[in-house]
């Protein structure tokens, strides 16, 4: 049976997230060579990521599904309350197969090496490292999609009494109902109780973020707790510093970072600018005289996985506005 050094699996964690140096793909490939057995292993971890998608995600349910029906929700004011339907996989039968036939001690180990740390307290720890989302189901069959850099944590078996867990980061979260145990998340700031079944949290040093985009969610500050504010379908609600703000929402750009589209109808430059700072976690914002009048340069366009530089160019063409460099900062101007 093969054992897999640590340093191994390091690189090859890394490997598949597209981090490797070429040091330490030497490394590998002088370990892959020194025995037929190293090789099979090797072959066979592949064989396991790619045909699950990623280990220990599954089940899974469809994603772009769920992020079509949202943004038709959003542009026709219904509240679409039907469960989403998990995407039949036929992903265990594979793994398994691919487990017995390969060193099941090893692919375990590299598995929970490079996703979950367990802890005494039982808890299990995800983080949404390298450039990719990642999907996964917990104990009670709910769906999250973390964004790159966010992390969860939650128990391996939730309580008879509740449900909870710990974000940081952002996530899209379809939650399964059960009205005897509710679901709540914990964030920097806010205490969340799900009463409904989607919606996206962004928590981080500046702000809680909540949008919904079915169902109803309580968004409770923490330092605070008779602060409870009850958000529904089409709203998002932010906490900071200066307190709670409710507003609707009437477009899915909040998901960009999960579809890769931003969809703008007839919006604001400075609403442009905010959108296209979060999608692409760049600092950009328009000059002091594009916010006096930000509605005489509104944008009505679509962007679909575009760069950065392309989505810059053609607001150009639209508005005739300019941008430059400043320092870390991209400061959109009329010239």
Not at 23 to 33: C, F, G, Q, Y
Not at 109 to 114: K, N, P, V
Not at 134 to 150: C, F, H, T, W
Request: with cysteine.
């Amino acid at each position: 049976m093969t054992s897999l050094p640590e340093h191994i699996a390091i690189i090859i964690e890394k490997q598949l997230k597209g981090l490797q140096d070429s040091t330490e793909m030497k490394v590998l490939d002088e370990w892959r060579a020194a025995t037929a057995e190293h090789e099979l292993f090797y072959q066979q971890v592949l064989k396991l990521w790619e045909e699950s998608g990623a280990i220990l995600q599954a089940p899974v349910f469809d994603a772009q599904q769920a992020w079509h029906k949202l943004d038709l929700a959003l542009r026709h004011g219904k509240d679409e309350t039907a469960p989403l339907t998990p995407t039949p996989q036929p992903r265990i039968r594979v793994m398994v197969r691919v487990l017995l036939a390969a060193c099941l001690t090893g692919i375990l180990f590299l598995a929970g090496w490079m996703f979950f740390s367990k802890k005494d307290t039982g808890l299990l720890h995800l983080q949404a490292n390298g450039k990719a989302n990642k999907q996964l189901s917990l104990p009670d069959g709910s769906m999250v999609v973390l964004r790159e850099g966010a992390a969860i944590s939650f128990p391996k078996t939730f309580s008879k009494k509740e449900r909870a867990v710990t974000l940081t980061g952002d996530a899209y979260f379809d939650v399964q109902p059960d009205k005897d145990r509710p679901f709540r998340i914990q964030t920097l700031r806010a205490n969340l109780e799900v009463i409904g079944t989607s919606f996206l949290v962004s928590s981080n040093k500046q702000y809680d973020r909540l949008v919904v985009s079915i169902g109803k969610v309580a968004f409770i500050n923490r330092e605070a707790t008779e602060e409870r504010h009850i958000v529904s379908a089409s709203e998002a609600a932010v906490l900071d510093k200066n307190g709670f703000n409710k507003q609707e929402v009437t477009d899915s750009n909040y998901l960009s970072w999960q579809t890769g589209i931003l969809q703008f109808d007839n919006t604001p430059i400075d609403r442009v600018a905010a959108e296209l700072a979060d999608h692409y976690n760049r600092y950009i914002q328009p000059d002091s005289l594009l916010l006096q009048r930000p509605e005489l340069y509104a944008i009505t366009a679509r962007f679909e996985k575009q760069p950065l530089e392309q989505v810059l160019d053609e607001l150009k063409l639209l508005v005739n506005i300019r941008y430059r460099k400043q320092q870390d900062t991209i400061i959109l101007f009329k010239p």
